[in-house]
């Protein structure tokens, strides 16, 4: 079976259905490819910052999902080891606080904007050869179908399979890994915190209530590379109970006792290296990445999913705006387009990178140094954290709508 395509989009994950929302509000149809058989909701839920919802907004989504969640105003920053309390405001001027929404929320809130046959599961590719410098591309999938498109996006992930094409370098493990998951109380929880952060050492936990009933958690730890992840989610669990959190307050464990076992996640945190995203192959011809597979990033700003957004916007415009002045998707005008939008995003995607990174370690506190506990106890939080966290306060522009377009021309 052969398919002919204008743009193909590798994964349907944030980046990639957000990306396929926004081509088509610029009038511009894509396919997108999702290797599983629905959309994944790994993940449980994720902090949104105001750049996610400027984002959003330019999506037409974000009252879809507003309503639904509140701002967080504050976060209390606990030491384990003391018990001592700081409150941090979570507040950013004029410009509101961070939401945390469900994961599969999110995800459905964006494919309803697309038509149901924009999603193919059960679609992983596993060739991809470029016809020409500029393209077109045929991708080879599992089950034998070959699909030809002008334009190839790698939505695709940390491990993405487009990224290897571009000969980008393989993502590094930061000696960090992550538990998390939703915890459920039919009978409604008592938590009234904005955001709980629990912090130890080379450990950092957090609660942050969705609703009455639900509760989003999560813990970071050092790891050494290559330590072994349960397939048993209880087994995880237990670990979690037993182990990395052995000295948090029961009322930490008593949330992780209470997890969705569905929802359970437990990975190695990896990123790409900064200079990579700088320096490296982020496009070859009409051939390009967004989200994790451009700039995979440890999850200690929250903006992972946020710069997904952001990049979907970017990518939009600069393709929407090609298509709208040429009538149709031109390759000499697309490749042309995709610099554009690489160029934008290549030094604010290794800001998000080297930032996320630094706080990670900050906030891990060290193995035993008492001058990193120190440094984040009296300074970080006190005086540091919120200028990391200003870091959200950006705006990625609007989409040139076709209707604006119209009126100029």
Known sequence: MVME?????????IAGLATAVALRRVGIKALVLERSDCL??????LTLGPNAWLALDALGVAHKLTPRYPVRQKARMMNVATGEVQEVSLLRNNKGGPITVHRKALLASLAEELPSESIRFSSKPISIEAQAQEGPYTIGLEDGTVITTKVLIGCDGVHSFVAQKLGLAEPIYSGRMAVLGLAVFPEGHEVREDVLQLLDVGKRGGVVPLND??????ISFNAPKGEAIPEDPQEIQKRVIENYAKDFPPT??????????????MTPLRLRLPWDVIFGNISKGNMTVAGDAMHPMTPDLAQGGCSALEDAIVIGRHIGKSFIDNGKLVPAAVAGAIEGYVKERRWRAALLITASFMSGMAQAGGEGGWFMKMFRDSIFYRFLFRKFMGIADYDCGKLPLMDDQNKTH
Do not use: M, P, Q
């Open 252 to 265: 930490y464990t008593e949330v992780v006792r209470h997890c969705n076992l569905s929802t359970l996640t």
């Open 5 to 13: 395509e204008e743009i193909v989009i590798v994964g349907a994950g």
């Open 40 to 45: 994944r909701a790994s993940g449980a839920a």
């Open 213 to 218: 009933k639900e509760i989003y958690w999560f």
